[in-house]
């Protein structure tokens, strides 16, 4: 019985547990850095792909507008994309997901707002200023 204890004991010891979300591995083609609401300076490698995720509910009428100038070491890939937190659940509350890519060196805000559409004449919602620091 001791033996059958102390080998257990053994073999626990030698596991090595599952690391944890933000240390796992990404899948490739992944963007290596997620930036959120508790985002504020983020230091990035060039060529490093990241991704900014803001809530937000489309059936409101207020989208996430990215500012310019965007830094010019920085490239969007392509348009925000909506993903409901419910998906199939009408008027769902989800998170706007931005791809973009640190293209060379430097240092520089990344801004967005919180805007209804078409309504550049009211102050935005909400908004949201990234330093961004890349080397």
């Known amino acids: 019985m001791?033996?059958?204890?102390?080998?257990?004991v053994a073999l626990a010891a030698c596991v090595v547990p599952p690391p944890a979300p933000d240390e796992a591995a990404a899948p490739p083609g992944a963007p290596s850095?997620?930036?959120?609401l508790r985002?504020?300076?983020?230091?990035?490698?060039?060529?490093?792909t990241f991704e900014v995720r803001?809530?937000?509910?489309?059936?409101?009428?207020?989208?996430?507008?990215l500012v310019d100038p965007v830094p010019p070491f920085v490239l969007v890939r392509g348009v925000a994309r909506f993903e409901p937190d419910a998906p199939g659940l009408m008027g769902s509350p989800g998170q706007e997901r931005w791809e973009m890519s640190a293209i060379?060196?430097?240092?520089?805000?990344?801004?967005?707002?919180?805007?209804?559409?078409?309504d550049s004449a009211s102050p935005p919602a909400q908004r949201v200023t990234y330093r961004l620091v890349v080397r």
């Not at 850095?33 to 959120?36: C, E, G, Q, S, Y």
């Not at 803001?54 to 507008?65: A, D, E, F, S």
């Open 39 to 48: 985002s504020f300076r983020v230091e990035l490698r060039q060529n490093e």
């Open 104 to 118: 060379g060196a430097g240092e520089g805000p990344l801004q967005f707002e919180y805007r209804r559409a078409g």
């Open 54 to 65: 803001l809530p937000g509910n489309p059936t409101t009428g207020y989208r996430w507008v």
């Open 33 to 36: 850095r997620v930036l959120d």
């Open 2 to 8: 001791a033996l059958g204890a102390a080998l257990l």
